[in-house]
């Protein structure tokens, strides 16, 4: 293993590349695991997320979003995802991109000042109220859809979709992208693995960055290429954009039991969220 401080352009993207799909084959052993997400049908988990995502954008009180994110917290445990994992996909990179959007906020909004940092500089309670309701919507939004993602197989979240009435070829789309971008994935290792066991030495970091710029070029092509090809190959075996799955949806008692509670807690958040 480099060193994390000798590590070039290269050895750090195809640290990366490698990551990312030994991540995708860890999702999909946790949507195989016995669980209790992974024993309901797909459509009752979709609209059952779709709800509470409703509940959490329309509340009005930092109490109930917080019981909804350690409702998500219960059912990650109950379905076998690691508790570690999910908290750190969630909260790792959040705080940088919604950051940006809440930092501003923390000082221009009108309010009793909290704490003074400079002369004209504060952050004002309502701000930091603000704030904390941004974070936590994203945070707890963001984690019932991996939770959603991470408990259901890609092919069969698909299929489940078209119970929210989306377009067959946007759910087409989204699974062909999905696989071809781990085609991708795949390809670039090995574009990767192929110029490192080939170079003698250490290269220069300009020459390693042109390297990147025509490797990105040559995936470019590639996929361009292979989207043709896809896409001819699908019409001469009679394209149909209806998604299938070898197993058919069939809904049981406890579908309907864990379909039925899930709605009713989406509710009460409502309406408990917008009297609080």
């Keep these: 293993m480099f060193n994390r401080k000798r590590r070039g352009v290269i050895e750090r993207t195809l640290a990366g590349i490698s990551e990312a799909l030994e991540n995708t084959l860890f999702t999909e052993d946790i949507a195989r695991r016995p669980g209790l997400l992974q024993g309901l049908d797909a459509r009752v988990k979709v609209v059952a997320v779709v709800a509470l995502l409703v509940a959490v954008s329309l509340s009005h009180s930092l109490a109930v979003i917080a019981g909804l994110y350690l409702f ?27 950051g940006i959007v809440v930092l501003p906020v923390l000082f221009i909004t009108p309010g009793p000042p909290l704490l003074t940092l400079l002369p004209g500089l504060s952050v004002t309670r309502t701000g930091l109220q603000a704030a904390l309701f941004l974070l936590l919507r994203v945070g707890t939004s963001v984690s019932y859809a991996i939770l959603l993602i991470l408990t259901t197989p890609w092919a069969t979240l698909l299929k489940a979709l078209s119970v929210l009435r989306v377009p067959d070829a946007v759910i087409v789309v989204l699974g062909m992208t999905h696989r071809y971008i781990f085609l991708l994935l795949h390809t670039a290792n090995e574009m990767f693995l192929a110029r490192q066991s080939r170079v003698v030495g250490r290269a220069s970091p300009a020459d390693q960055r042109r390297w990147i710029a025509a490797t990105i070029g040559v995936l470019l092509g590639k996929s361009f290429h292979l989207s043709n090809e896809v896409y001819l190959a699908m019409l001469a075996r009679g394209l149909r954009s209806t998604p299938r ?32």
């Design 72 to 98: 998500t917290l219960f059912l990650a445990w109950r379905s076998q995802v690691p508790l570690g994992f999910f908290v750190r996909r969630v909260w790792l990179f959040l705080p940088f991109f919604t």
């Design 245 to 276: 799955t070898l197993e058919p949806f069939r809904l049981r008692q406890r579908d309907w039991a864990w379909g039925s509670a899930l709605l009713a807690l989406a509710l009460a958040a409502i309406v408990i969220g917008r009297t609080a």
